[in-house]
């Protein structure tokens, strides 16, 4: 990956294209999955984000981070989704959430299952900083860019994310063992 | 900066963060750092999934398609 030239990208970068997406992708759905907590739905989203990405991979510049590049795709996307959705319908968070499968055993499964539920019950601004930083491996610095705030907003919410999550998942009350009854 | 009241202590700070013990029980970095490892695995899961086709399948129609216009311009 080092042909920078002018006006059209040559043949082999538009080869390598669609094989620097397909890699992406694995990263988008579960990116997509937990801002949605609905697999149907990150499924459309990636769908869209790979073909805005398509349309405009002349304005990508080859060797900058191309999985920031289609995180913020992907979330500029879900948000102009999530506006049209409240407008239509008033969708509270985790209506959807019983539409998720995911495999697994049936211990995991129990966790999987409460770690969504945990997550959705996060503000969108949080869950996205405390996922991009804490699972996608995304610095802060490029989790503020993809989230298009300051480095010290996105440190606040995945503190604050950190901290509500904890609640969720290990309540103080530990005779309370009962657990994605929420 | 909108701080959270009740969170004066917990200053912004990496995942692997070993300071601010003095915080209530269940918010201290050794329970974090077991929620940041659920969360990573819950994640690393979806990730693990097979592709969808329908997403290969989208990128080849597309990878066509630029081919043959690029073969008519």
Redesign the interface.
């Known amino acids: 990956m080092s042909m920078p030239e002018g006006t059209d990208p040559p ?1 082999r970068d ?2 390598d294209f ?1 094989g620097l ?2 890699a992406c ?3 988008l ?2 990116f997509g ?2 801002l949605t907590s609905n697999a149907e739905r990150a ?1 459309d989203l ?2 869209e984000t ?2 805005k990405a ?1 349309k405009s991979q002349k304005s990508f510049e080859r060797g900058t981070n191309l999985r920031a590049w289609l995180f913020t795709i992907l979330r500029n996307e879900f948000y102009t989704q999530l506006r049209k959705r409240k407008r239509e319908v008033e969708d509270a968070d985790g209506v959807y959430s019983n539409s998720l499968s ?3 055993g049936q211990e ?1 499964h129990l ?2 299952q409460d ?2 539920l945990a ?1 959705a019950k996060l503000p969108h601004d949080q869950r996205e900083a ?2 991009l ?4 491996g995304f610095s ?1 610095e490029e989790a503020a860019e993809i989230c298009m705030v300051a480095v ?2 996105v ?2 919410r ?3 994310a ?2 509500r ?3 969720l ?4 009350d530990k005779s309370n063992v009962r657990q994605g009854n929420a | ?4 009241p009740a ?1 004066k202590s ?6 692997t963060n070993t300071k601010g013990a003095t915080q209530k ?3 201290t970095p050794l ?2 750092d ?3 490892a ?12 097979p ?2 086709e ?3 399948e ?3 129609q ?2 066509e398609q ?2 043959s216009n ?1 073969k008519k311009a």
């Open positions: 043949k538009l080869d669609p997406l397909v992708i694995p990263g759905r579960a999955i937990t499924d990636v769908q790979l073909l398509w995911v495999p697994g995991s966790d999987m770690m969504r997550l405390i996922i930083v804490g699972a996608s802060y010290g907003t440190k606040s995945v503190s604050r950190r901290t999550l904890t609640e998942l290990m309540p103080p | 900066m909108d701080e959270d969170n917990a200053a912004p700070m990496p995942a029980p269940e918010t329970v974090q077991m929620i940041g659920r969360l990573k695995a819950y994640y690393a899961r979806i990730a693990e999934e592709i969808p329908r997403f290969t989208l990128l080849k597309l990878d630029s081919s690029e």
